[in-house]
């Protein structure tokens, strides 16, 4: 039995440890319209960011402002990091640019 406390708490130690995916960050916004009201970009590219579940970079401090407005929920660019997929992106960041 003592066992199995010790894996159940090692168990919920990395999951509070681990960073939340973007695209779980994403899912808290009901709305594409929302999300991109939310974060000043058009609704195309809040679509597209939920899509891939990845935020570039360059939008992250007003990610971070903006779940902190709406759910009251710190997120750090460490965080964001962590649960950053580069591999969703494309090649090139010049889509994202305007």
């Not at 009901?30 to 939310?38: C, E, N, P, R, T």
């Not at 939008?59 to 990091?81: C, H, K, N, Q």
Request: net charge positive.
């Amino acid at each position: 039995m003592r066992i199995d406390v010790v894996l159940i708490l090692c168990i919920i130690s990395r999951m509070i440890d681990e960073s939340p995916s973007h695209a779980a960050l994403l899912s808290l916004w009901k709305w594409h319209s929302q999300l991109a009201a939310d974060m000043d970009v058009p609704k195309w590219r809040a679509r597209q960011w939920r899509a891939r579940g990845s935020i570039p970079p360059k939008y992250w401090p007003r990610f971070i402002t903006a779940m902190r407005e709406r759910f009251g929920r710190e997120v750090s660019a460490d965080e964001l990091l962590a649960g950053y997929n580069d591999a969703a992106l494309p090649a090139s960041q010049d889509s994202e640019a305007a």
